[in-house]
């Protein structure tokens, strides 16, 4: 929880990591990966919250906990598994790894699980399996993830639709989608999320959330969440801006606010990427700049408190004190939210 | 001989084609050998792991200009510090395609991600030419009433995509090249603002992670 002037935020962070990437759990691919990260983290990060890279390949369990629940004001943390390993060939951030992890801190964490179509019938057991033990609510899918020769798959892919099929059967409504650099045929634009539209379409009563609102198509995630009720943003790595470059997170923003509306977008920090203190502290200061308001408008406080946490409790059925409620008789709808032809 | 600044000023108008900005101006050209044959060209990206296609594309793009002028025979393109720099390196240097580059995870050469990315950047550059026009005159116009700098890279990109950029052609056009209805102005004014955003934005993220890769090596 985070209190300002008088008014307390529901914190949910939606968008978090306990990853393992030491030398010994890594090859050249996940050596590169992890420098990559490191290179998002020390770029956008006040400098006061940088690390040394020792700590950045694998921070404990206490800096995790202290950064998010002890100083971080987070409420409840989902968890989202990268597996990742063909990089990392214990994995990079798997559910087991985030169970055990959550598993001491219980009412903290809410842990997601993953799949791939590409292992077929087996891997629909293994989500069965997976549910079994963690009583999942959401998966994390990443796209680019590489499977031997194969450097990607889409959510439009025959051999996903039976997955879907089975997180419907199984209640796992939550299916939080990252694009990455590669996809098959590696010569088609990997960060494109028209399948995202493809699949929601398809599983109207399953919730797409698009990570990093589909940055780098910013574009094209907002053209796709306008048609399909049941795609969201979710702000993991649009996060940051706020202090490098505030006016381009006033853009992304206020775009998605006019694009999708104030109820299907969603905080996330990436921990430990970065962390949630800074960014819920800057975004609660956080107002569209005046010579920029005439075109994007401004945001509410109600606003703020449905993005921090009241849209993700909705998703994951978050008990949220009453308090810290906002009313919600009159329904804003996103202005840009009626189906037009594109461009 | 060929001079350093030839070169340069050949690389300066080959553009990376998701961001719409020019190799030099985005600081991904990292060194430049012209002393001998074969020219040298050294590139570098913002991370390791940016993606290959568009890699690609700016290595044979970047080829292909230095090639061009006059008294030079060989280039030689270096991509450093990317997980396919062997592979694009190697296909680059023969003028071979994108398909003999990853024969396994290609179907197809990159003109039709080439072309989406051109009607994008169309979108984005249609965008900051309305900033300075009032939005009830933009259907009417014709190209031919539009000067400076922005017209013309319209214009440009126009002739690229195989869309009359002729006088009489209307100024405004939608990405696939029609003609901009009154009606649809103000949607057409919201996505070419959309589409600028998003890659503004992704350009200023380039260039910082880049800085951030190489802190205190400089660019050519």
Redesign the interface.
Known sequence: MYEKDGRKYFVVDGHTHFWDARPENRNKWGEGFIACFYDYHRNLSPEEYVWDKDKYDRYSEEDMVHDLFEIGYVDKAIMQPTYLKEFFPGGFNTTEQDAAMAANHPGKFIVNGSFDPRAGEAGLDELRELHETYDLKGVKLYTAEWRGESRGWTLADDAAQPYFELCLELGIKNIHVHKGPTIWPLNRDAFDVADVDHAASAFPDLNFIVEHIGLPRLEDFCWIATQEPNVYGGFAVAMPFIHTRPKYFAQMIGECLYWIGEDRILFASDYAIWQPKWLVEMFVDFQIPEDMQSELGTISDDQKAKFLGLNAAQLYDIEVPAEMQVSTEEEEIAIGSEPVSAA | MTAVADVLGALERVRDP?LDQSLVELGFVAGVEADREPVRVRLRL????????FAFLMAADARAAVEALPGVESVQIELEDH?TAGEINAAVGCGAG??DA?P???????D??RT??RR?AL?ARQGRLCASLAADAIAALRLGELAGADADRCRELRAELGIDSGPDAPAFV???GAALRAADVP??L??A???S??L???A??CR??L???YEGEVAA
């Not at chain 2, 396994?104 to 990159?110: F, G, M, R, V």
């Open positions: 998701e913002p991370t390791y792991f940016c993606a290959p296609n997980f994108f398909v990853f396994d995870h290609a179907s197809d050469e990159l039709e991600l989406l990315f994008k979108m939608t990405a696939q949607r057409f919201r996505l603002r959309l589409i955003t998003s503004e934005g992704n200023g993220l910082s992670l800085k951030t890769r």
